[in-house]
């Protein structure tokens, strides 16, 4: 396994020989740049913040966007310090900086790993050229509660495509050269397992078995720091009792000793001095000693390490090996990103006039954005519409909202910049086509008062389309929420429209699964459109009516109501597992693992998503019945398109370890392709499955193989699969 070496070189320790104690403390300090808050009220006032950079006891500050402010500041600091050291501008570019793109769970949809990527490049250059050279993502943190805000950050419940999603995005990020104008460092966000508080209750108390701690939520961090991360980013939430922002465990034995990350690790927002919330300190030198001695190198907006690290290095608590240790790489993460060679890279007014929602970053998010929506249901072929239809009414808060288009985190994104699904339609469908629109219902109140109206232009229209959902800011940081229904009174404006037996489509706008069950039972046509940015509107209509055939398929399970939550695909069989419909006679099923008012099965599994297209796919085909160790097993599958429309398949691959040393879930994504498959065709699809797929953490914590039988899936989503067996010897 490897071992970190610590970053240097000769300018870092030249730099560092000549610091004083006060100008090492200063290069830990990061600051926000102007009044953008995402925590707590900001500490700093600007003549305050500006006498703090201009003496080099800033290293970075964030949420400073503009290559005119970026260069402001990068003046005072690089021109007034004593050793002139250049600052960091950080900033949270989660899914694009001007140009929006869909939020990262909607991207995860499209399980499109170079789509995904440029999205992320594109986001970069944008960032960049507005002097932006550090930016807070990817967040990777694996999701599998439907009531967090924040798995609307990331690429939902699973780990395989979590670590290759995490992957696409820092290569997107970073390129091949972080000292390049246009790529900036990207930050692994937030480790640890912040995905996982309990009761889905934002910043609350993660606590799990390092078993499933490191099958289930560190691979896609792992990842990301293989792909060549920059910095990784502590997370709010202890674990296992330790707050991950000072825990050795974490940011030491895993992070640098086992992994080998020989980067930068910034705290979150003021996470350092929340260890005395926490209770596992009792003040702010001991916060920020446990904090620094467990490898959190730099200190975001908590003031901390600047108020107490020097005292403690004078007072000989704390080594000032430990603190250059830290101020190393620092300074490393700024030399790699070439600010000493010019500190001024990314701060060119002219670039971020040419660069900033460009047409080309435009065809960028449009693509993304049509790639990311996921049709969930489309009785008789409702969809597509066709574009010269009569009447169309289009219902909901969202018919022709600007505001919440560009979702949470977008707080460079301007509100009217996104084209609204109204213009969308408008803009696809026949001159002789009547658009009439109704908002219905709002996001938060139980009005009914725009009932009458909605109902009166549906009983007037050919077909409905019902734009409903969330808010933007319903998912996001501090958005977690007890129910996962429509909110308002949303749903029973869906039940009036439906009582007019008109032809109905939903479009769904969330930042999480919603439980939208009675839509499912009582809607003809539904696609999920989480909150897809800028291009919002222009993607919906493409694949309202058949310019692009939807391909996304779900990154996270749909429970039927909240009371299932936590609910995933690779759960474990547990004594008693049930996977009946109730068919059975009820004594059979009494004592079973299993809800009373419920069915076990989630409303839509993990991969599920439908197509225009019909795609059949005929049994598996093994090369060989069992393997042993260093041999591989080659995965055949032939997918036909058995429609007049061409169309996207995401053909996934699942496997399940039937009996292991310990349980094992009853299926794990190890692979999968989307491909195009044109109308009529037949495509043959290969998978290798190696001996690494196979690996787990066994009874004793090694990880690797254990022989015996396995099953292996394919097929169209988690749950609608071929089946094959083989054995590993
Ligand atoms: C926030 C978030 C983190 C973000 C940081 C800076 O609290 O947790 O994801 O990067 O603060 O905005």
Known sequence: EPVSKEPTNDKVEELLSQMTLEEKVGQLNFIVGDALQTGPASVTNDGERLEMIKSGKVTGVFNAPGAEFSYKLQKLAVENSRLGIPLLFGADIIHGYKTIFPIPLAEAASWDLETIENGARVAAKEATSAGINFNFAPMVDVGRDARWGRNAEGAGEDPYLGSLIARARVRGFQGNDLAA???????????????????????????????????????????????????????????????????????????????????????????????????????????????????????????????????????????????????????????????????????DPAVEKKEVRSKENYDAALDMAKRSIVLLKNEKDLLPINKNVNTIALIGPLAENKDELNGMWSFFGENQDPISILEGIKQKVGPGTKILTADGADFYSDSRSGFSKAVGIANKADVVILALGESAVMSGEAASRSSIELPGVQKELMQAIQKTGKPIVTLVSSGRPLAISWMDKNIPAIL??????????????????????????????????????????????????????????????????????????????????????????????????????????????????????????????????????????????????????????????????????????????????????????VGTNSRDVKEADFMLM
């Open 181 to 347: 104008p246009y790529t900036l460092a990207a930050c692994v966000k937030h480790f640890a397992a912040y995905g996982a508080p309990e009761g889905g209750k934002e910043y609350n108390t993660v606590d799990m078995s390092e078993r499933v701690l490191r099958e289930m939520y560190l691979p896609p961090y792992r990842a990301a720091i293989d792909e060549g991360a920059a910095t990784v980013m502590t997370s709010f939430n202890e674990i296992d009792g330790v707050p991950a922002s000072g825990s050795k465990y974490l940011l030491d034995d895993i992070l640098r000793k086992e992994w080998g990350f020989n980067g930068m690790v910034v705290s979150d927002y003021n996470s350092i001095t929340e260890m005395i919330n926490h209770g596992v300190v009792g003040n702010r030198a001991d916060a920020a000693k446990m904090a620094l001695e467990s490898g959190n190198d730099m200190d975001m907006m908590g003031l901390i390490y600047s108020s107490e690290i020097e005292k403690l290095v004078k007072e000989g608590k704390l080594s000032e090996e430990t603190l250059d240790k830290a101020v190393r790489r620092v300074l490393k993460l700024k030399y790699d990103l070439g600010l000493f060679e010019n500190p001024y890279l990314y701060a």
């Open 528 to 713: 999920q459109t989480w909150s897809l940015g800028t291009l919002t509107g222009p993607a919906i209509a493409e694949v309202l009516f058949g310019d692009y055939n939807p391909s996304g398929k779900l990154p996270m399970t749909f429970p039927r109501n909240v009371g299932q939550v936590p609910i995933y695909y690779n759960h474990k069989n547990t004594g008693r597992p049930y996977t009946g419909d109730y068919s059975e006679p009820a004594s059979d099923r009494i004592y079973s693992s299993r809800y009373r008012d419920v069915e076990n099965s989630p409303l839509y599994p993990f991969g599920y998503g439908l197509s225009y297209a019909k795609f059949e796919y005929s049994d598996i085909q093994l090369d060989k019945a069992s393997i042993k160790s260093g041999e591989t097993l080659k995965v055949k599958v032939s997918v036909k398109n058995a429609s007049k429309v061409d169309g996207e398949e995401v053909v996934q691959l699942y496997i399940r370890d039937l009996v292991g040393s310990v349980t094992r879930p009853v299926k794990e994504l190890k692979g999968f392709k989307k491909l195009m498959i044109k109308a009529g065709e037949t495509k043959e699809v290969s998978f290798d499955l190696t001996e690494d797929d196979l690996s787990f953490y066994r009874r004793d914590m090694t990880f690797g193989t254990e022989p015996g039988d396995f099953k292996v899936y």
